[in-house]
């Protein structure tokens, strides 16, 4: 098992920046990919970016490339999602996922671990 536990949320005005952690702890080493997904008030749970936890590729959904970036600390056990450039769509509960294999990347639903989730709201 793995547990995931967020932080880093909070209130900020348009144009602000914040930075999520998220804590694992348990299993790591079955972890291959962590990801960052996003819930609006009244929308789906969307992909926002994820991150071998070993080497490998990023990703991004769209509306967040050049804003925002994904990183990992290895020695800590700890995934980052830097968010720049801010805007109030951005607003929603971000949850760290971690997947065990290399299946998917976007689809939340194929995630195996999932943190508690961390509230971001931006003010305009």
């Known amino acids: 098992q793995v547990q995931l536990v967020e932080s880093g949320g909070g209130l900020v005005q348009a144009g602000g920046s914040l930075r999520l952690s998220c804590a694992a702890s348990?299993?790591?080493?079955?972890?291959?990919?962590m990801g960052w997904f996003r819930q609006a008030p009244g929308k789906e749970r969307e992909f926002v970016a994820a991150?071998?936890?070993?080497?490998?590729?990023?990703h991004y959904t769209d509306s967040v490339k050049g804003r925002f970036t994904i990183s990992r600390d290895n020695e800590k056990n700890t995934l980052y999602l830097q968010m720049n450039s801010l805007q109030p769509e951005d607003t929603a509960v971000y949850y760290c996922?971690?997947?065990?294999?290399?299946?998917?990347?976007?689809?939340?639903?194929?995630?195996?671990?999932w943190g508690q989730g961390t509230q971001v709201t931006v003010s305009s």
């Open positions: 996922a971690a997947i065990r294999s290399s299946v998917a990347i976007f689809t939340g639903n194929r995630y195996d671990y």
């Open positions: 348990g299993r790591t080493s079955s972890i291959f990919r």
């Open positions: 991150i071998p936890w070993i080497g490998g590729t990023t």
